[in-house]
């Protein structure tokens, strides 16, 4: 809930504690090579007009940068949630305050919820190798989900195989799980998560999906349908190297790692790299920005690798692609405010499908096109398929809305993707339901 100036919530230690967890929280992080945290909050403001918005907007731009857009400004209606770091709090909100700029505290310290979630993971990973299983309700590495790929490929070899469609700026192999009962270029559902590295909850909700495939192939009739006429192509780390990135050095990284002569900052913001609107309002041609669209279309390996799977299959029917966070299940345009062909068909889809999720566990999400939901964004995933032939093209942003942002504890992977997975599994009949 937004309040008064410096109003506060979310979770946080007390101040008797706040010493002894500051040397506790910095000697972990630096033991183990990590950027550290301590003390950075993140802010929820709401801007009155387009004025308070501009302001906003000129953070990001300051040098050195102050603040880390979560929820970037779009427009007065829709919160905005800033990383403040600890060095740079009393300047932002003397800024925010000069210009009497209302903001929240969302999250009082972000380190307090990193060193939950690194030792949530520690635990996990001895309760895993003592059991020889792999938890679900776990965060895990890029090495631990490959793995786990050639296990769960391994184990369940007559519905399942792995293909690898690329490789990554530093080389890493990019891989795509393909679910088929038989044949060949049949009519095919496209699903990719993680292709922002921090939104740890979307790779999760991947491998998650994947075993509830297998399990209910057979069981569950829709499902079962769906796969006896269509593949479905499942890529879990649509960004090897971001999120390898967030495990070892920086876990609020964005972007991918590529790297260009004369550039000190280094990545691209893989969903502003698409060919459909690139260029356009929402992305950035500062390097430095998180949403630097890169040199040209199709620059990124990673974007390029699933541009050219797609096209040369020629039968993907519909995409889908996962973020987070802030509930909303959001169809074409991003790039502008033109209603696509069957506006009205995608709206009715998306609404029974959050209809879906939310009879899960309760969860409600908003729906409608990118640009009047969210805010408008040029270059990205589903405005490329969309523009391609691709006429169910949805975007996911999961759990939460703020209150963890990017850092959603683990014990709500489950519940999200099982919520998740309704609405999936929706999108997915009606599209089998309606061949074009």
Same mark, same amino acid.
């Given at each position: 809930?937004?309040?008064?100036?410096?109003?506060?919530?979310?979770?946080?230690?007390?101040?008797?504690?706040?010493? $002894?967890?500051?040397?506790?929280?910095?000697?972990?992080?630096?033991?183990?090579?990590? $950027?550290?945290?301590?003390?950075?909050?993140?802010?929820?403001?709401?801007?009155?007009?387009?004025?308070?918005?501009?302001?906003?907007?000129?953070?990001?731009?300051?040098?050195?940068?102050?603040?880390?857009?979560?929820?970037?400004?779009?427009?007065?209606?829709?919160?905005? *949630?800033?990383?403040?770091?600890?060095?740079?709090?009393?300047?932002?909100?003397?800024?925010?305050?000069?210009?009497?700029?209302?903001?929240?505290?969302?999250?009082?310290?972000?380190?307090?919820?990193?060193?939950?979630?690194?030792?949530? $993971?520690?635990?996990?990973?001895?309760?895993?190798?003592?059991?020889?299983?792999?938890?679900?309700?776990?965060?895990?590495?890029?090495?631990?989900?490959?793995?786990?790929?050639?296990?769960?490929?391994?184990?369940?070899?007559?519905?399942?195989?792995?293909?690898?469609?690329?490789?990554?700026?530093?080389?890493?192999?990019?891989?795509?799980?393909?679910?088929?009962?038989?044949?060949?270029?049949?009519?095919?559902?496209?699903?990719?998560?993680?292709?922002?590295?921090?939104?740890?909850?979307?790779?999760?909700? &991947?491998?998650?999906?994947?075993?509830?495939?297998?399990?209910?192939?057979?069981?569950?009739?829709?499902?079962?349908?769906?796969?006896?006429?269509? *593949?479905?192509?499942?890529?879990?780390?649509?960004?090897?190297?971001?999120?390898?990135?967030?495990?070892?050095?920086?876990?609020?990284?964005?972007?991918? !790692?590529?790297?260009?002569?004369?550039?000190?900052?280094?990545?691209?913001?893989?969903?502003?790299?698409?060919?459909?609107?690139?260029?356009?309002?929402?992305?950035?041609?500062?390097?430095?920005?998180?949403?630097?669209? &890169?040199?040209?279309?199709?620059?990124?390996?990673?974007?390029?690798?699933?541009?050219?799977?797609?096209?040369?299959?020629?039968?993907? !029917?519909?995409?889908?692609?996962?973020?987070?966070?802030?509930?909303?299940?959001?169809?074409?345009?991003?790039?502008?405010?033109?209603?696509?062909?069957?506006?009205?068909?995608?709206?009715?889809? %998306?609404?029974?499908?959050?209809?879906?999720?939310?009879?899960?566990?309760?969860? !409600?999400?908003?729906?409608?096109?990118?640009?009047?939901?969210?805010?408008?964004?040029? &270059?990205?995933?589903? *405005?490329?398929?969309?523009?391609?032939?691709?006429?169910?093209?949805?975007?996911?942003?999961?759990?939460?809305?703020?209150?963890? &942002?990017?850092?959603?504890?683990? %014990?709500?992977?489950?519940?999200? %993707?099982?919520?998740?997975? $309704?609405?999936?599994?929706?999108?997915?009949?009606?599209?089998?339901?309606?061949?074009?």
């Amino acid at each position: 809930m937004l309040g008064t100036l410096g109003g506060g919530l979310g979770p946080g230690p007390s101040p008797m504690d706040r010493r $002894m967890f500051l040397l506790c929280s910095f000697s972990l992080a630096a033991a183990l090579g990590q $950027m550290n945290f301590t003390g950075d909050q993140v802010l929820r403001v709401l801007a009155k007009n387009e004025k308070q918005l501009a302001l906003l907007r000129d953070l990001e731009d300051m040098k050195p940068q102050k603040v880390d857009f979560w929820r970037g400004p779009a427009r007065p209606s829709l919160p905005i *949630d800033m990383r403040v770091p600890f060095s740079k709090l009393k300047d932002v909100k003397s800024y925010l305050k000069s210009h009497s700029i209302a903001y929240s505290i969302m999250i009082k310290d972000v380190q307090v919820l990193l060193d939950e979630e690194r030792e949530a $993971m520690v635990k996990s990973r001895r309760l895993e190798r003592s059991a020889n299983s792999f938890s679900y309700s776990s965060y895990h590495t890029l090495e631990e989900i490959y793995s786990w790929i050639d296990s769960f490929v391994t184990e369940h070899a007559d519905i399942v195989s792995k293909i690898q469609i690329g490789h990554s700026f530093e080389n890493r192999s990019i891989l795509v799980l393909k679910f088929s009962t038989g044949g060949s270029q049949r009519q095919a559902i496209w699903i990719d998560t993680g292709i922002h590295s921090r939104e740890w909850i979307t790779h999760a909700t &991947g491998i998650w999906t994947a075993k509830e495939i297998v399990s209910e192939y057979g069981k569950d009739r829709i499902l079962t349908n769906i796969l006896n006429a269509m *593949d479905i192509f499942l890529e879990i780390v649509s960004n090897p190297d971001g999120f390898a990135f967030t495990h070892s050095m920086n876990r609020l990284w964005r972007k991918n !790692k590529s790297s260009r002569p004369g550039i000190l900052c280094i990545g691209v913001d893989l969903n502003r790299n698409w060919r459909s609107g690139f260029g356009g309002n929402g992305s950035n041609d500062n390097p430095c920005s998180e949403t630097y669209r &890169g040199p040209y279309p199709h620059s990124e390996p990673e974007v390029a690798a699933i541009v050219n799977f797609i096209t040369a299959h020629g039968n993907i !029917k519909a995409v889908i692609s996962i973020h987070s966070y802030s509930q909303i299940l959001m169809y074409p345009y991003g790039q502008s405010l033109e209603p696509v062909s069957n506006h009205e068909e995608l709206h009715n889809l %998306a609404k029974r499908a959050v209809q879906a999720l939310y009879e899960v566990h309760g969860i !409600k999400y908003i729906y409608g096109s990118i640009s009047t939901t969210l805010y408008v964004a040029s &270059g990205i995933t589903v *405005d490329w398929a969309y523009d391609n032939g691709i006429k169910y093209s949805f975007s996911f942003e999961l759990r939460d809305t703020g209150n963890y &942002g990017f850092l959603l504890p683990a %014990a709500q992977i489950i519940p999200t %993707a099982q919520e998740t997975w $309704m609405a999936i599994r929706t999108i997915m009949k009606h599209t089998l339901n309606h061949p074009y």
